[in-house]
């Protein structure tokens, strides 16, 4: 891989001296538009947040410079880092009023689209600008000002923005900021659960992405010396700039350059041969029918598929010779000694208590989900959370994780109040949460979805990998770690949904049913796990429907009806508690039975 | 400020309101029954015009009756692209929804470039000419009549959708697709159906305004996203959203020529979609969803 692509780079490095001028210019629209599909990558593909209004930042980027080179007689080679760095204030902007009210893909379509009308129509308002007519930039060919007599120098420019690119989109691909992102973008609730600041890393991947479009727009500004609101804010750029990136594989590395290596020359060529008869929209009828046939036939673009037919043949032929894909640390063994604070057999020394409740409310229109509750988790305690159906368990765990605000009541954590703080900064002080329904991020595999909770304390990718791998052992997946998670059973979602909190090394650990569904032969080794768990220090609050778990488990239980606690005490006590016996099968049952 | 001018532009706002109001119907019903934004909208709209316009100068008729056939022809045409296209990534997710309905819209603009060329057109009505004078306001009889008749056409949808059997069906699959599967309704039918009678509204839409508004291939990408416009407004979903978002879009778009300069007049809607987005992303009519 190394080799093919430093072949690759000699390659484009001397092709110039054999091209002609006019495949020159092929080549650096190839470039070009690789570099806008490659920035538009960062946000569009990789965060997964669909912009359809990127054209505004390259005419942002692009007129700042322009303007700054022809009234100021500023050197485009400094205004253009004056035109990203505005691009990236729009995008900003943009992107927070998105982000942050919470607008999801049509609606973070049409808010990016909307922005990027809206800066065209002013931009062709704005006569001190160009007003519609825009802006021409007299030819010098003096190098300073971004301009030169031989193409090939915006040849290796073109080349070196999209390398750029890549190198910035290949650096974020590996860091915890990449695999955050990808975490986002399959789930972002199951994110911020783990610890992900979601709005921060999507606030940073439009900040990368635009700032990099802003500078794509001065070297469309200088290479054409023509600047028209309408083309260079318009829709139809915009599709230029996402069309790519999606034909050759959206939040892949090299998706958006293959895409651009097939639609730029097929483009071209069918402007130049269909549009010469009178044609002009040939090339977009292709642009069309193969934005179609992609997202039927080829849904996550060209490159993953390719890879994966490059991959077959090399197996192929290195048949009988497995080897570990590169950074795979079970060459090397991991450490042993980083467990989970695992003390086995010693019983956690009994502190202040970890977790006060107090008259938690919430109210969901006419329904009290529940009621002034108070409740309390001892360091080292395990304690059940029992009740009917439609109780209110599941709204306490979205109050203590975050997920909701509650209307009246406390929740202190570690002597820390936890109200109004968002999920991630509550997994972060030590508080992870299950979800009774599981969210796994179904593309990615069973070890990376465990990563993306060993790097809310480990940074580093590698090291969160070492510590995900170990506690993929620990509960039991080890021999499933490269499956897809899309494809593992109701248990094995169970476990890695266990995992997965587990990996953010919490000290307190919300449970919600993670036994319901599974058969009995499935439910014996979660409650060893659990057990497990708790000995090596983690205390646990459980939600469980399965009532020799929960009585088998917890130190203490408390039980919810309506929304309001009906008793609490010891699994002997809640088990003969009338009160109890009443809410789950009905008072006539008490009545009936014997005293 | 004159009053006259801006009694004007209320009165000129409120009649080609109609058009958009029918326009945005059609939207929200596609996506109202099966989720999916109509990103050719706008295109199938501009079809519908040029094919009031071959209508017109190939067999004489005009726009005021050949809108029936255009509508029809459309059906046609959103029915087969429901069946053949959108069909297939009903259960995929939005992005992939998005961006084949973006393929459609790109080939839809550029087909009609590569038929009809890029110079703009308009089709040639005897209603064209005719005005009334109301006082000091005037009225264009073919605006008039565009109003009229769209909002007859909406009225007759809404009718069709509360009380026909097909209506009801189709109403109850937008609802709730499993309890309509459930209950043995052919949801598949129902979503061409949906689908076809969303892109007759446009096609109706495109005749009516044929005489009205010069329209060229690019007309399209507008047109969608005005409706989009006019349906997050409204409230996505939302029959009664849709129609008073048009007519309110098309009033705000009217008196923004007349208070800013014609060529801003496409920032006011873009502002108040922008205030709605953040505000109140459910819409006027829309109902509250997180």
Redesign the interface.
């Known amino acids: 891989m190394r080799w093919a692509v430093v072949a690759a780079l000699a390659v484009l490095l001397a092709l110039p001296a054999v091209l002609s001028s006019y495949a020159v210019t092929i080549f650096i629209l190839i470039f070009f538009y690789g570099f806008l599909g490659q920035a538009w990558n960062i946000v569009g593909g990789y965060a ?1 947040q ?1 912009s359809a209004g990127h054209a505004a930042f390259v005419g942002v980027g692009g007129y700042t410079a322009a303007m700054l080179s022809i009234e100021a007689g500023l050197t485009p080679w400094v205004g253009m880092f004056v035109g990203a760095a505005l691009a990236a204030l729009l995008g900003a902007i943009i992107g927070y ?1 998105g982000f942050r ?3 999801r ?3 973070f ?3 990016t ?3 990027a ?2 800066c065209r ?2 931009v ?2 704005i006569d001190a600008i160009g007003g ?1 007519l825009g802006l021409y930039i007299t030819f010098t060919g003096d190098p300073r000002q971004f301009q030169f007599r031989d193409g090939r120098v915006y040849y290796y420019i073109a080349l070196a923005l999209m390398l750029a690119a890549t190198a910035t989109a290949w650096a974020i691909e590996r860091q915890r900021f990449g695999i955050y992102l990808a975490a986002i973008r399959e789930d972002e609730a199951a994110a911020e659960a783990l610890g992900v600041n979601a709005l921060k890393y999507k606030m940073l991947a439009m900040v990368v992405s635009t700032f990099l479009t802003g500078l794509g727009g001065t070297f469309y500004a200088f290479y054409l010396f023509s600047l028209q609101p309408n083309t260079l804010f318009g ?2 750029l915009s ?1 230029e700039i996402i069309i790519r990136p ?1 034909v050759g594989g959206a939040g892949t590395l090299l998706g958006p350059i293959l895409g651009s290596f097939i639609l730029t020359p097929l483009a071209e060529l069918s402007r130049l041969y269909l549009g010469q008869g ?5 090339h ?2 292709a ?6 046939g ?3 036939f080829l ?1 996550e673009g060209a490159y993953p598929r390719l890879r994966r037919v490059l991959q077959r043949s090399r197996l192929a032929s290195v048949s009988g010779h497995p080897r570990s894909e590169p950074g795979d640390e079970r060459s090397h063994p991991a450490p042993v000694s980083g467990h989970l604070r695992s003390e086995p057999g010693s019983r956690p020394p009994l502190q202040k208590t970890l977790l006060v409740v107090r008259g938690l409310s919430k109210r969901f229109g006419g329904l009290q989900a529940v009621a002034g509750l108070d409740l309390a988790v001892e360091h080292g305690e395990m304690l059940g959370l029992i009740g009917p159906n439609g109780a209110g368990k599941t709204t306490v765990f979205n109050l203590l994780s975050g997920f909701l605000t509650p209307d009246a009541g406390d929740v202190s954590f570690r002597d820390r109040s936890l109200v109004g703080l968002p999920p991630h900064a509550i997994c972060r002080l030590g508080l992870a949460r299950t979800f009774q329904l599981v969210r796994p991020f179904p593309r990615m595999s069973v070890l990376e979805n465990v990563r993306v909770g060993a790097l809310a304390r480990h940074p580093q990718a590698l090291e969160a990998r070492a510590r995900a791998r170990d506690v993929v052992e620990r509960v039991g997946l080890g021999a499933r770690e490269h499956v897809t998670a899309g494809t593992l059973t109701l248990a094995e979602r169970k476990r890695l949904e266990l995992g997965r909190a587990l990996a953010t090394e919490p000290t307190l650990l919300l449970l919600d049913e993670v036994m319901a569904g599974l058969n009995p032969t499935e439910i014996e080794p979660i409650i060893r796990l659990i057990r497990g768990i708790h000995a090596s220090g983690v205390s646990i609050l459980l939600i469980e429907h399965n009532m020799r778990a929960v009585m088998a488990l917890s130190h203490r239980i408390v039980v919810l009806s309506f929304g309001e606690k009906i008793a609490e005490g010891t699994p002997a006590d809640i088990a003969n508690h009338p009160k109890v016996v009443e809410a789950y099968l009905g008072d006539e049952y008490v009545r009936a039975a014997p005293a | 400020m004159d009053l006259t001018l801006v009694l004007q532009g209320l009165l000129s706002g409120l009649l080609f309101g109609g058009v958009y109001s029918l326009m945005a119907v059609g939207l929200t019903l596609i996506f109202g029954v099966m989720r999916v934004v109509n990103f050719a909208h706008g295109d199938m709209m501009v079809w519908g015009m040029y094919l009031s316009y071959l209508l017109a100068t190939r067999a004489g008729i005009d726009p005021y009756l050949s809108f029936v056939v255009c509508a029809a022809a459309l059906f046609a045409l959103g029915l087969l692209v429901q069946r053949g296209l959108v069909d297939r990534v009903i259960d995929a997710p939005h992005e992939m929804q998005i961006l084949l309905m973006l393929g459609v819209a790109l080939v839809l603009e550029n087909l009609a470039l590569v038929a009809f060329g890029p110079e703009p057109t308009r089709v040639r009505s005897p209603l064209g000419a005719a005005t009334l004078w109301l006082g000091p306001v005037f009225v264009d009889i073919a605006r008039l009549v565009t109003f009229v008749v769209a909002v007859l056409l909406t009225a007759a949808l809404s009718l069709f959708l509360y009380r026909t059997d097909l209506g009801r069906t189709i109403r109850a699959a937008a609802d709730n697709t499993y309890g309509a599967l459930v209950v043995g309704i052919d949801v598949r039918r129902v979503y061409a159906v949906a689908f076809g009678v969303g892109a007759a509204c446009v096609g109706a839409a495109g005749a009516l305004v044929s005489s009205i508004l010069p329209f060229q291939p690019p007309t399209g990408l507008s047109l969608s996203v005005t409706s989009f416009n006019i349906v997050i407004i409204g409230g996505m979903g939302s029959l009664l959203g849709a129609f008073i978002g048009g007519l309110l879009v098309s009033v705000a778009e009217s008196l923004g020529a007349v208070f800013l300069k014609p060529s801003l007049k496409e920032l006011v809607s873009f502002s108040l979609l922008i205030v709605i987005l953040l505000f109140r992303p459910a819409g006027l009519f829309g109902k509250r969803t997180s």
């Not at chain 1, 009178?278 to 040939?282: Q, S, T």
């Not at chain 1, 642009?287 to 179609?292: D, H, K, M, P, S």
Request: glycine letters at 14%.
């Open positions: 997964g669909l009023l009210f919470g607008l893909g049509f609606y379509v049409l808010l689209v909307a922005f009308e809206i129509i002013a062709s308002n519609a829709i139809p599709v999606i009178g044609l002009h929209g040939a977009l009828i642009y069309g029918v193969l934005l179609i992609v997202v039927l849904p």
